[in-house]
């Protein structure tokens, strides 16, 4: 029989254990967004970055045959497939909506970066979830990465992750908030003392933002366009704020709806900036509302220390002046925005031994 010394000693001993194995495990931090998924390996950064679609081949009866392409690959077919495949996003405002298909993407990455020899089989794997994931919502995350070959599979929320990799102080007395406009959603969250004090989320973000060019531009021009049109004018001449000096222009080809032929039309930003309009202001009054019910004292820290802005809608141009000029607070944008949630994901794992399960979500 153990006396209680030497239970304590062993319990010491594993304690021990498990954090040397710790770390050398092959722990990976997955940013499974609608429009890119990011993988952070511990050790070795950010080793995948690819966009978050399939392509598939089907049989005669219509029914799903087998992968054809996944990533960038299946994202070079998105309207240009023929009717025995078609290319989806199996990844809508910021969760699962094809549980199969998602599975299949995650073998797919995870097993590329293994074959970089990146990761061992069986990793430990951290997904991050938007704040506004459902119960059910985050088991299907949580069953996909299982699926997918993880050992053991943790929750961590888009804004806390993005919090921890835009090097924010989240585990102090301080208040700060962080917006992280994604592809499918737009978080934002107030944080202080490794918890999260405030967050909403609300469906909106970069796929919205293409889907109003998409719309403008049929209204007004009477020519439809695809996705990858509309992501090509938002990057090229987008603004979220008109100033002087930034009224670029961009020539496209659409399908006039009239005619039935393809037809040159020349954009503007301002034009763009008239398209984006109803989901830059749910943006800004989902930070107004985060402001009117931030408590007094975090209010005082945000005010000092300004907004943190991350995610690739953070990369709209002027998007920064927008907020500033509605909420009078400073504004900055993260370094490498499009990266914040991963690498903090993967930060948030390799603190796991320090803050136990603090910063993940308990669902």
Same mark, same amino acid.
């Not at 254990?17 to 950010?46: P, R």
């Not at 700060?176 to 934002?188: A, C, F, K, N, Y």
């Not at 763009?272 to 109803?278: A, M, R």
């Not at 990369?315 to 900055?332: A, Q």
């Given at each position: 029989?153990?006396?209680?010394?030497?239970?304590?000693?062993?319990?010491? $001993?594993?304690?021990?254990?498990?954090?040397?194995?710790?770390?050398?495990?092959?722990?990976?931090?997955?940013?499974?967004?609608?429009?890119?998924?990011?993988?952070?390996?511990?050790?070795?950064?950010?080793?995948?970055?690819?966009?978050?679609?399939?392509?598939?081949?089907?049989?005669?009866?219509?029914?799903?045959?087998?992968?054809?392409?996944?990533?960038?690959?299946?994202?070079?077919?998105?309207?240009?497939?023929?009717?025995?495949?078609?290319? $989806?996003?199996?990844?809508?405002?910021?969760?699962?909506?094809?549980?199969?298909?998602?599975?299949?993407?995650?073998?797919?990455?995870?097993?590329?970066?293994?074959? @970089?020899?990146?990761?061992?089989?069986?990793?430990?794997?951290?997904?991050?979830?938007?704040?506004?994931?459902?119960?059910?919502?985050?088991?299907?995350?949580?069953?996909?990465?299982?699926?997918?070959?993880?050992?053991?599979?943790?929750?961590?929320?888009?804004?806390?992750?993005?919090?921890?990799?835009?090097?924010?102080?989240?585990?102090?007395?301080?208040?700060?908030?962080?917006?992280?406009? !994604?592809?499918?959603?737009?978080?934002?969250?107030?944080?202080?003392?490794?918890?999260?004090?405030?967050?909403?989320? $609300?469906?909106?973000?970069?796929?919205?933002?293409?889907?109003?060019?998409?719309?403008?531009?049929?209204?007004?021009?009477?020519?439809?366009?695809?996705?990858?049109?509309?992501?090509?004018?938002?990057?090229?001449?987008?603004?979220?704020?008109?100033?002087?000096?930034?009224?670029?222009?961009?020539?496209?080809?659409?399908?006039?709806?009239?005619?039935?032929?393809?037809?040159?039309?020349?954009? @503007?930003?301002?034009?763009?900036?008239?398209?984006?309009?109803?989901?830059?202001?749910?943006?800004?009054?989902?930070?107004?509302?985060?402001?009117?019910?931030?408590?007094?004292?975090?209010?005082?820290?945000?005010?000092?220390?300004?907004?943190?802005?991350? !995610?690739?809608?953070?990369?709209?141009?002027?998007?920064?002046?927008?907020?500033?000029?509605?909420?009078?607070?400073?504004?900055?944008?993260?370094?490498?925005?499009?990266?914040?949630?991963?690498?903090?994901?993967?930060?948030?794992?390799?603190?796991?031994?320090?803050?136990?399960?603090?910063?993940?979500?308990?669902?």
């Amino acid at each position: 029989m153990y006396n209680i010394n030497d239970i304590n000693i062993i319990n010491k $001993i594993y304690r021990i254990f498990k954090k040397t194995i710790n770390i050398f495990s092959n722990d990976i931090s997955i940013d499974l967004g609608t429009a890119n998924t990011l993988i952070y390996v511990k050790g070795k950064g950010i080793v995948l970055n690819e966009p978050s679609v399939v392509s598939i081949r089907q049989d005669k009866s219509g029914f799903p045959k087998n992968i054809a392409a996944v990533g960038f690959a299946a994202k070079k077919m998105l309207g240009r497939t023929p009717n025995n495949i078609s290319a $989806i996003r199996p990844m809508k405002d910021g969760v699962i909506a094809d549980f199969f298909v998602t599975e299949k993407m995650l073998q797919f990455f995870i097993k590329k970066v293994h074959n @970089n020899n990146f990761i061992k089989s069986s990793p430990r794997v951290l997904v991050c979830v938007p704040v506004g994931a459902t119960q059910v919502e985050r088991r299907a995350i949580r069953e996909s990465a299982q699926g997918a070959g993880a050992k053991d599979v943790f929750l961590i929320e888009e804004p806390m992750a993005a919090a921890i990799g835009a090097g924010l102080p989240v585990s102090e007395a301080v208040g700060s908030m962080i917006v992280d406009i !994604g592809g499918g959603t737009t978080e934002v969250a107030i944080i202080s003392l490794n918890g999260i004090v405030y967050s909403s989320s $609300i469906r909106v973000g970069g796929n919205k933002f293409d889907e109003h060019i998409i719309n403008y531009v049929k209204k007004k021009y009477c020519s439809l366009i695809g996705e990858s049109t509309a992501e090509k004018i938002k990057n090229e001449i987008g603004i979220a704020y008109k100033s002087d000096n930034n009224n670029k222009t961009y020539e496209i080809k659409g399908r006039n709806l009239a005619e039935g032929i393809p037809k040159s039309i020349l954009l @503007n930003s301002h034009e763009i900036l008239e398209s984006l309009k109803e989901p830059l202001s749910d943006i800004v009054l989902s930070i107004m509302t985060a402001l009117e019910k931030c408590p007094p004292e975090l209010s005082s820290d945000i005010a000092e220390n300004g907004i943190i802005l991350t !995610g690739g809608g953070a990369l709209l141009n002027n998007i920064d002046l927008l907020i500033y000029k509605s909420t009078g607070i400073p504004v900055k944008i993260a370094e490498d925005p499009l990266t914040c949630v991963a690498k903090g994901g993967g930060k948030a794992l390799e603190m796991f031994d320090i803050y136990d399960h603090t910063l993940f979500s308990e669902d």
